[in-house]
């Protein structure tokens, strides 16, 4: 089941596991991606404060991570292929954590009250 | 929010749109990278309307040019451009500009958007004692930049402008279906290419002609910045700023001291030149793929901040991370190894060149 942020990134959770990325609205909005900075095994992410950054050739975007938790992968395809998050944002997600604090999807937005706000 | 003449061709063409100098500006429209490659290759059309222009002409206007402007325009033939940049009195630097030699008593001042009113504000409190008159033509005339080892055919071949003659940094004045129209063979992004300035009907018309054409790639000044910066040219508000002298920026070259006129800035540029600079622009290599920011700190091998970086990318006709950077001059030679803060992470960086890619203008 797929959340999202009013920043653009989503989580997509199976279980007591999260997929975070970023939209396909942001993805568009940046154009070519060319380094995503991404937090390391083991680190942890807090709800609404960044854990990393992705950069479009124009300019670096602060990501957020719409759930508490802890990174238990980074998604190492995007080290030497960031432009992966360009083909397909939602399949390519960034980080996979373990959620410390479901309680806080409550605080995000479906998939449809985000696509209603971000028309594509 | 200011808009150009061609406005309405940019939401039309479904570019993505954003503010740049108090201008509604087109940053991309198919992708920068697309944008750059098509500059590099073949032909793009800029739209660059929102730089402003200010005629000075009179009796003392070649006078009164060279003691506002770094470059020496005494004696030049009509037809001639310069690069230059104004000075303050303490050797910073008011606006980098292009100046045009229309006439012995006329010249063609191109400035920056983003300092236009400064400018002006500068040109004007200048003039005391001197026979001139300056017009602010910034809202009268638009500008489009022609650029690609492709420009010549495309001017040419599709808006009927004879231009294989003009050399490089040179212009002329003509008609075209009646409307008074000035071409340049300048440019921003290290390839051959023209810039024309003309009424707003004029500028929109020669769009027009050049889309349906299908022979210029529409660009942003998203692949403007990156042209412009893998050649090492400066950017006003990156690279130079008033409190960033030609020295520093390494600019030297176009600041011409043996002019025999005093002019302003020159003292400060003088003592640089002599004892030199506090500080120095060099390139910066970061061996890694993270990207070095505008506003970055730059830091030596005791972690101490000793510069910033100015403009930073990954590079699109150079496949790495670079960037400019003012930094302290003791770590500006070549080699030297430097660190760059970005966000939470250092990472190592080299001094380059600032000319990462090569320039390739019709001389």
């Not at chain 1, 992966?84 to 390519?92: C, F």
């Not at chain 2, 050797?91 to 006329?106: A, F, P």
């Not at chain 2, 001291?257 to 800035?265: A, H, V």
Request: net charge negative; proline share 3%.
């Amino acid at each position: 089941m797929y959340y999202f942020t009013e920043t653009h990134e989503y989580v997509n959770v199976e279980g007591n596991v999260g997929y975070i990325g970023i939209t396909e609205y942001a993805q568009n909005e940046l154009g070519n991606v060319v380094y995503v900075d991404m937090p390391e095994t083991g680190d942890d992410v807090i709800a609404g404060e960044d854990f990393g950054a992705v950069e479009s050739v124009k300019a670096a975007s602060d990501l957020i991570s719409p759930v508490s938790g802890a990174v238990i992968e980074v998604n190492e395809h995007l080290i030497d292929n960031p432009r992966l998050i360009n083909e397909d944002a939602m399949k390519n997600w960034i980080i996979k954590v373990e959620l410390t604090n479901p309680e806080e999807l409550g605080d995000l937005m479906s998939k449809e009250e985000y696509d209603t706000k971000f028309k594509i | 929010m200011k808009k150009t003449c061609l406005h309405d061709r940019h939401v039309e063409l479904g570019a993505t749109m954003s503010p740049f100098a108090g201008f509604d500006m087109p940053i991309e429209y198919s992708g920068i990278v697309e944008e750059h490659e098509a500059v590099r290759r073949g032909c793009g059309v800029f739209d660059v309307s929102h730089m402003g222009e200010v005629n000075i002409s009179g009796h003392d206007a070649e006078r009164f040019v060279n003691y506002l402007f770094s470059n020496d325009v005494a004696g030049a033939p009509v037809g001639k451009v310069f690069y230059g940049m104004m000075l303050n009195r303490d050797g910073g630097v008011v606006d980098d500009l292009l100046v045009y030699k229309r006439g012995d008593e006329n010249f063609f001042l191109v400035i920056n958007a983003s300092n236009i009113d400064k400018d002006v504000a500068w040109i004007e409190g200048n003039a005391a004692g001197f026979d001139v008159e300056i017009i602010n033509l910034s809202d009268d005339l638009g500008e489009i930049a022609v650029q690609g080892p492709e420009a010549e055919l495309v001017l040419e071949q599709v808006l009927g402008i004879a231009c294989r003659e003009l050399e490089f940094y040179t212009f002329k004045e003509s008609e075209l279906d009646g409307a008074h129209i000035l071409v340049s063979r300048t440019g921003y992004t290290g390839e051959d290419g023209f810039e024309i300035y003309a009424g707003h009907a004029t500028v929109r018309q020669l769009w027009d002609e050049l889309m349906e054409s299908g022979r210029a790639v529409p660009c942003g000044l998203g692949c403007r910045d990156t042209l412009r910066f893998e050649v090492g040219l400066p950017l006003y508000g990156d690279e130079l700023a008033d409190d960033i002298t030609p020295v520093e920026a390494c600019l030297s070259m176009f600041v011409k001291l043996d002019k025999p006129e005093p002019f302003i800035g020159k003292e400060v540029v003088m003592r640089q030149k002599a004892e030199g600079a506090p500080r120095k622009l060099v390139g910066l290599e970061i061996n890694d793929r993270a990207i070095a920011r505008h506003g970055y700190e730059v830091l030596n091998d005791n972690d101490e901040v000793i510069g910033h970086v100015t403009t930073g990318y990954r590079g699109i006709s150079v496949d790495k991370s670079i960037a400019a950077a003012l930094v302290d001059t003791r770590y500006a030679a070549m080699g030297t190894q430097l660190k760059v803060k970005i966000r939470r992470k250092v990472f190592p960086a080299t001094v380059v060149s600032r000319k990462f890619y090569k320039k390739s203008y019709k001389k």
